[in-house]
């Protein structure tokens, strides 16, 4: 009998429909499987619980023994097919989710409505945008793609269907229901990008539900309340509200919500809500339309589907809906249903027939085959790199420029502008503040809806005095004022709305005196953080907007700009695997644990967008201050080749010498030495025969303040502490008075460190002692600090300047590279610098923002060889303009040949470049660099315990800066452990693609 009345629904069902098709969940299932477990649980049901089948209630996902008994009644007692859950979390949810589908005689199917994935109803899940912003991306792809991850969530949680994707047409500015939950007023757009999230959804094996049929996107009211009215005629309908349904079934999706709405032109014979109406469901929905998937009813507690004189259950199955969605009284309502039944209102035959219908989309669902969902590991399950980067991508392409007056976007000529950001609606340290903060130094003002008006104005008097205002409104709740039209009209000001588009209205002077203008859509981190990159040129500009801004812009509009700066992305987005890149972590925490470094910074950027950038450790070993991406350390003899090679490439396009040129022309303290004929190019190559290191600063001690010996190989008496790994040393010695002062004083301003201050005539002293100092094998290569004080003689004789100001004017300044720089206490709060050594022998301090090497420290900080200290992040702007040929935020800082010179050149002799460290494959056990690395790679390491390496082959920028001399310098175990080149190996082994070696 059963299987009659299989044969008998299906048969009907292709009647109905004509020659339309089943959707394509319904295609792809075993047939003959499929109707062998619906015809073996059909024989099993007592007619309540056929009945039962067609009940799917709401409840809330709490674990507690009331909630669960209550839950436990809906399985047990109506006999219930299938549960909607309100907000929880991922776990808690799951874990009933088990309890119940262990209690059901017949599995459940869980649905979620989730428009925008879980985080609509589940705590700690990935915040995917709502569909207004979807409906400004272009590429359609990424919506599938975006369905698909949906679709993953959902079956690790157990859940069976979503109800998604929302086809309302949101055609009404004052809809106060659907707004951002609607792709946009272009039916064809909303259609298009809706079949795109169903079709990833499904993809997964998850039932899609479009809703809410006919269309719910032209109403002043909102269903949860009240019914409202759409007083269309069918002409209308057709070519606004239904395209996206008929597309939608056409396309052959499993599943449509029929929405509380009342549409006189669809229901010419009742005046029942659409949901309700057999007219609509049965007559337009099924037969005209041809849809032969479930039909559900939206949530039937809500104001818009009460009818007053028949039970609204009753009511809706008469119209031809499969799923009860939400009763308001679960046990009243199944009653009633039963009584109809009974009565004979309700026919069985519909009855069965529905009740097989949704036992075959069990079975579609896997319900035949159910597994609980796994508690262990959800979360992590749930929360992927690819989905992190998901959401990051469709935010960056849904971002929407609607105005660039001479291409004020993106910001250029840093150096030029002092920048303010003025947030209205958020705090201190938002995310769009934050993030405009690693392009340049900005300052950050907000006002709040508690600001008083003396605090405003203040805010306003100060802003006057910048010369580019980026302003985020992050709230409906503060208006427009005079005061912040006259800043608009007076300043550029860029303005910013993480609101409802057609909230932009409420600012249309500001808008319109403004340079330029961005739609965030979302008031959410990933939002505010890309918006922030769009103005600095890390992302594109390619949004489209998905609605009109009445008197403002029109639907479609949106303007593009091209990256010119470094964006932030997960490593999916420059095809690295991010379960491989972890490896970064480990090696990292193994250094941690063996203490070979306080803390560090380790930063990678692939093909112009920086994919990791992480901080670890504390400053120092008492764990007090965590290192974060603000932190500043001391880059040693990376300064050689990120500071002083820099500044020379720039002297050399003065054209004033060549690397064949002889050092006496520059620096004429060598005239007279046997260093006078030393060319450019050996200095670079550490070709020279200058010895590698000179102590400077015995030079200023008193000779007479201590006996014996400074030095010695072997701990004694005399010698009580190790100093580095060669040698202890006296500690009794003294300055000499005439060279050196704890006061700053007339002919005593060069700073060595903490109230220690150099007489100015020891500069002259060091040159001499340079000219004075043996002199090895030229053309062999030996590796010399004496080379690059020399350069920088070089550098500042071409550029007449200090080598900092050359840094400065030319590169760090433009490059919004701030924290790159020479003697940072000058311009950096002390708590930012993260110490190096104890220095208990030469300047005996802790060492916080002045140079760790001797040598550097007294040549007052700027030196050729070291001095230069710098974050991660600022240092990467500043290998990102050598990557990229010279050109960085759309302004060029060096020409491509010069580049090319400096850092392709080798010497035949050994592995350097000129002036940068290269690969040594043919002594691997003696190279700097990991073995993974192309030989196109160069860069540097420092003292302190830093690198940095350049790939042009694969656009690969990789920093690590940690202070591995802290507390002192005997400590070697970064390089035992070979920390820096694990971590480089480790990013090359992450890559999905072959990486050119």
């Known amino acids: 009998m059963k299987k009659l009345i299989i044969a008998l629904c299906l048969g009907t069902l292709s009647l109905q429909a004509g020659a339309q098709t089943e959707p394509a969940l319904f295609q792809a299932a075993d047939k003959t499987m499929m109707t062998h477990w619906v015809d073996s649980v059909f024989d099993s049901l007592s007619p309540e619980e056929r009945i039962g089948q067609l009940f799917m209630v709401i409840a809330d996902p709490s674990s507690n023994t009331r909630n669960m008994n209550r839950l436990l009644t809906y399985v047990k007692e109506q006999k219930i097919g299938g549960i909607l859950y309100h907000t929880g979390n991922p776990v808690t949810q799951a874990t009933v989710t088990n309890k119940l589908q262990e209690t059901a005689r017949v599995p459940l199917l869980v649905a979620l409505d989730g428009e925008w994935g879980l985080s609509m109803r589940l705590t700690g899940t990935p915040r995917f945008p709502q569909n207004m912003m979807l409906g400004a991306i272009e590429d359609i792809s990424l919506l599938r793609a975006y369905g698909e991850e949906v679709g993953r969530q959902c079956r690790e949680m157990g859940i069976h269907i979503n109800f998604a994707p929302v086809l309302d047409v949101n055609s009404n500015t004052g809809n106060p229901v659907i707004g951002l939950r609607s792709y946009g007023e272009d039916p064809q757009a909303v259609a298009e990008r809706g079949s795109a999230y169903a ?209 004020i976007l993106p910001v250029r000529a840093l150096a030029r502008k002092k920048i303010a950001a003025l947030a209205i609606g958020e705090s201190e340290g938002n995310p769009f503040q934050t993030m405009l903060n690693r392009y340049d130094s900005v300052a950050c003002f907000q006002i709040s809806r508690t600001s008083s008006p003396a605090e405003i104005a203040r805010v306003y008097k ?103 700066r470094l964006g932030y992305q997960e490593p999916e987005a420059a095809g690295l695997d991010p379960a491989k890149l972890a490896e970064i972590d480990s090696i990292v925490q193994e250094g941690l644990r063996a203490k070979a470094f306080p803390g560090c910074q380790v930063l990678v950027a692939k093909d112009g967008q920086v994919i990791y950038n992480k901080s670890f450790g504390y400053y120092t070993y008492d764990n007090l201050q965590p290192v974060t991406e603000r932190a500043v350390y001391d880059l040693a003899s990376s300064s050689k080749a990120a500071g002083t090679v820099t500044a020379l490439m720039k002297a050399y396009e003065k054209k004033g010498f060549t690397l064949n040129s002889r050092l006496a022309e520059f620096v004429p303290s060598m005239q007279n030495s046997n260093k006078k004929d030393i060319r450019i190019r050996d200095l670079l190559y550490h070709e020279s025969g200058l010895v590698p290191s000179i102590t400077f600063y015995t030079s200023a001690i008193d000779s007479s303040s201590f006996r014996g010996s400074l030095y010695s190989p072997k701990k004694d008496a005399a010698h009580p502490r190790r100093f580095d790994a060669n040698s202890f040393v006296n500690t009794t010695f003294r300055y000499r008075s ?209 690198c940095f390496w350049i790939d042009p082959d694969n656009r690969l920028i990789y920093i690590f800066l940690s202070n591995r001399v802290h507390p002192t310098r005997t400590n070697n175990s970064l390089a035992s452990m070979n920390i820096r080149t694990r971590i480089q190996d480790a990013i090359y082994k992450s890559f999905n693609g072959k990486s050119k070696k």
């Open 462 to 564: 100060q802003l006057n005095t910048y010369d580019l205002i980026l302003c985020s409104v992050h709230t409906v709740r503060i208006p427009e004022n005079d005061a912040f039209r006259k800043l608009t009209a007076a300043k550029p000001v860029v303005l910013t709305f993480f609101t409802l588009p057609y909230y932009c209205k409420e600012y249309a002077a500001s808008i319109n005196n403004a340079k330029g203008m961005l739609v965030g859509y979302e008031n959410t981190d990933a939002a505010q953080t890309y918006a922030a990159q769009l103005i600095f040129g890390g992302i594109a500009g390619k949004g489209k907007l998905s609605v009109t801004i009445p008197d403002l812009y029109f639907a479609g509009s949106g303007l593009a700009t091209e990256p010119v």
């Open 738 to 946: 005439d060279l050196v002062s704890d006061t700053l004083r007339p002919g005593f301003s060069t700073l060595v460190a903490r109230n220690f201050y150099l007489n100015n005539t020891f500069r002259d002293t060091i040159f001499r002692i340079i000219a004075q100092s043996p002199l090895q094998t030229p053309g062999k290569y030996l590796y010399s600090c004496i080379n690059f004080i020399l350069l920088q003689q070089v550098a500042e004789q071409q550029m007449q300047m200090p080598l900092n100001e050359i840094l400065g004017r030319y590169f760090t300044a433009p490059l919004g590279a701030g924290n790159t720089l020479y003697n940072p206490l000058t311009r950096i709060d002390s708590l930012w610098i993260v110490p190096t050594e104890d220095d208990f022998f030469v300047r005996r301090q802790l060492l916080r923002g002045y140079v760790h090497d001797e040598a550097a420290a007294f040549m007052g900080g700027v030196s050729g060889n070291a001095g230069l200290f710098s974050n991660a992040n600022d240092l990467a702007k500043l290998l990102q303009m050598l990557l990229n040929d010279g050109v960085y935020g759309g302004e060029r800082y060096l020409q491509q040949e010069t580049l090319r010179l400096f850092t392709q050149s080798k010497t035949p002799n050994s592995h350097r470049g000129l002036g940068y460290d290269k690969p040594w494959p043919e002594n691997p056990r003696l190279s700097s660099c990991g073995l993974l690395a192309p030989r196109s790679v160069y860069g540097h390491t420092g003292y302190t315990g830093t």
């Open 199 to 407: 079709a990833g959804i499904e993809s997964a094996g998850i039932i899609s539900v479009a809703k809410h049929f006919p269309g719910h996107g032209d109403t002043f009211e909102d269903s949860h309340y009240t019914l409202p009215s759409v007083f269309h005629d069918r002409v209308r309908l057709d070519s606004i509200e239904l395209p996206p349904f008929r597309r939608y079934i056409s396309d052959g999706y499993a599943g449509v919500m029929t929405g509380h709405l009342y549409v006189p032109v669809l229901g010419r014979r009742s005046p029942l809500p659409t949901s309700l109406n057999k007219e609509v469901v049965t007559g337009l929905l099924q037969e005209e339309l041809g849809f032969r998937g479930l039909t559900f009813t939206d949530a039937l507690a809500m104001k818009g589907a009460s009818v007053a004189s028949t039970n609204s259950c009753v009511l809706a199955l008469l119209a031809g809906n499969d799923v009860l969605l939400a009763p308001a009284n679960p046990a009243r309502d199944f009653a009633a249903v039963k009584e109809a039944v009974a009565s004979g209102v309700l026919d069985v035959r519909d009855i069965e027939s529905k009740c097989i219908k949704i036992l075959q989309y069990k079975y579609i669902a896997g319900l035949s085959n159910y597994r609980p969902v796994e508690i262990a590991g959800l979360q992590n399950r749930i929360n992927t790199s690819h989905a992190a980067y998901l959401v990051n991508r469709l935010n960056a392409e849904g971002l929407t420029l609607l105005k660039n007056d001479n291409d």
